[in-house]
Nanobody, 126 residues
Framework: VQLQASGGGLVQAGGSLRLSCTAS????????MGWFRQAPEKEREFVSA????????YYADSVKGRFTISGDNAKNAVYLQMTSLRPEDTAVYYC????????????????????WGQGTQVTVSS
């Protein structure tokens, strides 16, 4: 399974970006896809995730109401629409996929995800 993230860039505070993650080598159906981010000198943190079965979505409190995760099964892709961006959203964003069906309490943990993309840089200027 290979994951390719794209869509990052430089944007002013209050702006928007849409990240994309395309999976190859295996379908995303029946699994979960997530977005994590890591800022310099900080630990990787959960941003958002989606279960393909039922399309249940999860968000970190810090992005709830500003970010929206969605998926396209036909394109084997997941997207993260980010609006009202803040300087504290600056980080490298990674997409990831599980190899199973984690329980809800695990969905926000990096250890639940077995496949990771290379990351895309998001920089929000003040």
């Amino acid at each position: 399974v290979q994951l390719q993230a794209s869509g990052g860039g430089l944007v002013q505070a209050g702006g928007s970006l849409r990240l994309s993650c395309t999976a190859s080598g295996s379908s995303v159906s029946n699994y979960a896809m997530g977005w994590f981010r890591q800022a310099p000198e900080k630990e990787r943190e959960f941003v958002s995730a989606i279960r393909w079965s039922g399309s249940t979505t999860y968000y970190a409190d810090s992005v709830k109401g500003r970010f929206t995760i969605s998926g396209d099964n036909a394109k084997n892709a997941v997207y993260l629409q980010m609006t009202s961006l803040r300087p504290e959203d600056t980080a490298v964003y990674y997409c990831a996929r599980t190899s199973g069906r984690p329980i809800t309490s695990e969905m926000k943990r990096a250890r639940a995800y077995d496949y990771w993309g290379q990351g895309t840089q998001v920089t929000v200027s003040s």
